[in-house]
């Protein structure tokens, strides 16, 4: 299986921040990644399909990139509603993997 | 709209069996790859299992296959993971989540998630 390793695991911003989280694959996964926000009690929600690819009614302020085994996430102008765990995911084989995740708090 | 209300969750002893649901509405369950996405207490998402658009094709996580088996009742807008030797290790709540587009990859829609407790 592909492994997914996402740094840093936690990470401590302000609002107005501009934050940029890390995902390494063990392998090479082309652009087959997404990324997605979740908030406590609630269900995961999907930011960037495609590496770079915005979702409908994401703020954009969210941005992707990457390809091959490196990829990352970038948050400009962090805003209060940000502050959440991150998971990359990548669809590039039949079994999918998750990061481990990377929480981000308030300062 | 896209909705996804999965049920069947509950406490259950190990070895035991269990059935989870998840009905969908607002689309065609057909025309959409279906995945089951877990999440243990205060840990990350791991993925379970998915079955493709055409529903010829399923696959697992190595931690349930042999254990697992996704299919889906498109007469009833259904997608089901049925769930046997239960473990610990399985207790989570348990995600159906819908491909953004027919051949897309990633998971645009989820449901709220229900709780499954391993536990004697």
């Known amino acids: 299986d592909i492994q997914m390793t996402q740094s840093p695991s936690a990470l401590s911003a302000s609002v107005g921040d501009r934050v940029t989280i890390t995902c390494r694959a063990s392998q090479s996964i082309n652009s087959w990644l997404a990324w997605y926000q979740q908030k406590p009690g609630k269900a995961p929600k999907l930011l960037i399909y495609k590496a770079s690819s915005l979702d409908s009614g994401v703020p954009s302020r969210f941005s992707g990139s990457g390809s091959g085994t490196e990829f990352t996430l970038t948050i400009t102008n962090l805003q209060p509603d940000d502050f959440a765990t991150y998971y990359c995911?990548?669809?590039?084989?039949?079994?999918?993997?998750f990061g481990q995740g990377t929480s981000l708090e308030i300062k | 709209q896209v909705h996804l209300v999965e049920s069947g969750g509950g406490v259950v002893q190990p070895g035991r069996s269990l059935r989870l649901s998840c009905v969908t509405s607002?689309?065609?369950?057909?025309?959409?790859?279906m995945h089951w996405v877990r999440q243990a207490p205060g840990k990350g998402l791991e993925w379970v299992a998915l079955?493709?658009?055409?529903?010829?094709?399923?696959y697992y996580a190595d931690s349930v296959k042999g254990r697992f088996t996704i299919s889906r009742d498109t007469s009833k807008n259904t997608l089901l993971l049925q769930m046997t030797s239960l473990r610990a290790g399985d207790t989570a709540i348990y995600y159906c989540a819908r491909s953004l587009t027919r051949s897309s990859g990633s998971m645009g829609f989820w449901g709220q998630g229900t709780l499954v407790t391993v536990s004697s």
């Open positions: 607002g689309f065609t369950l057909s025309s959409y790859t």
């Open positions: 995911h990548q669809y590039s084989t039949y079994s999918r993997t």
């Open positions: 079955i493709s658009f055409d529903g010829n094709n399923q």
